[in-house]
């Protein structure tokens, strides 16, 4: 079962201007239902911009993104916001949690945005992932009173409690020490073996890369080396 798929993509930054610079190059990738892959390059390489056209958070140049077989192209903002929502599920480097909110208002926050004021079933599914990442007791604290490693715990919560079929971070433990990268890494690999959602991880790290199934190589705007299907040209 497909949850994204790209079919030669293309970003061109500044079009028509003499800045116009074209950073991804005709990229064809697919991602299964719980496939969970490591996207690495070096600096400059495209990932960020990969990473930001698959949230569908920015618009391809060219070529098609396909997000659960739903072609995203000439979607309007709104029908855009709304898959995103619904599909996708989020971590950043710096886990940009409301520091004046409670832990739980910060996980139940994806849900708030989609219909207003949470559900009793919203409060239980958020206090769920909370003990999931280990975190029952600190509902009620302040996002503030945790620490770093713990924060991205609550980030985590947070991209998992509207349930997407696929969650994409950014960096996700570039903010870490190395013992605190790993365990929050492993809760990338657990929901991921217990929820089926596709991860799609942006790493610098490359023993946090090889921890995954499949690896995804930026150079230059271009995948590399990746084997087999991974990097096969995909029909439309
Ligand atoms: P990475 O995440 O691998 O470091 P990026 O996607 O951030 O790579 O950047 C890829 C290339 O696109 C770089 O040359 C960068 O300077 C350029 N770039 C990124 N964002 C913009 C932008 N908004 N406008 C113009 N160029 C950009
Ligand atoms: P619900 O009835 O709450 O929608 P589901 O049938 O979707 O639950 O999922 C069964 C269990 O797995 C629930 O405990 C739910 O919280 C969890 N779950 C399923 N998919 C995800 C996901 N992508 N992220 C987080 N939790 C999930």
Do not use: W
């Not at 365990?183 to 657990?190: D, G, T």
Request: aromatic letters at 4%; proline letters at 6%; glycine letters at 10%.
């Amino acid at each position: 079962e497909e949850v994204l798929r790209l079919a030669g993509v293309c970003k061109v930054y500044n079009p028509g201007t003499p800045q116009e610079t074209e950073v991804l190059h005709g990229i064809d990738l697919r991602l299964a239902r719980g496939e969970l892959s490591a996207l690495i390059g070096p600096s400059g390489s495209g990932k960020s911009t990969l990473l930001n056209l698959i949230g569908l958070l920015d618009s391809p140049s060219a070529g098609e993104l396909y997000l659960q077989g739903r072609a995203t192209r000439e979607l309007d903002d709104r029908a855009r916001t709304r898959l995103r929502n619904e599909a996708i599920g989020f971590v950043f480097q710096f886990h940009h949690l409301i520091p004046a909110f409670s832990v739980l208002d910060n996980v139940l926050m994806p849900l708030m945005i989609r219909h207003g004021k949470p559900s009793a079933e919203d409060i239980e599914r958020a206090r769920g992932l909370l003990a999931e990442v280990g975190l029952e007791g600190f509902a009620g604290k302040k996002a503030t009173e945790l620490s770093g490693g713990q924060q991205q715990r609550v980030a985590i919560a947070r991209a998992l409690v509207t349930h997407p079929a696929l969650l994409l971070a950014d960096e996700p433990t570039g903010n870490l020490d190395t013992h605190t990268a790993e365990n929050v890494f492993e809760l990338f690999r657990r929901f991921n073996a217990q929820f089926g959602c596709a991860v799609l991880v942006v790493t610098h790290d490359p023993r946090l890369a090889a921890g995954c199934p499949r690896t995804i190589e930026l150079v230059d705007g271009r995948i590399v080396g990746a084997p087999g299907a991974a990097s096969a040209p995909v029909a439309p």
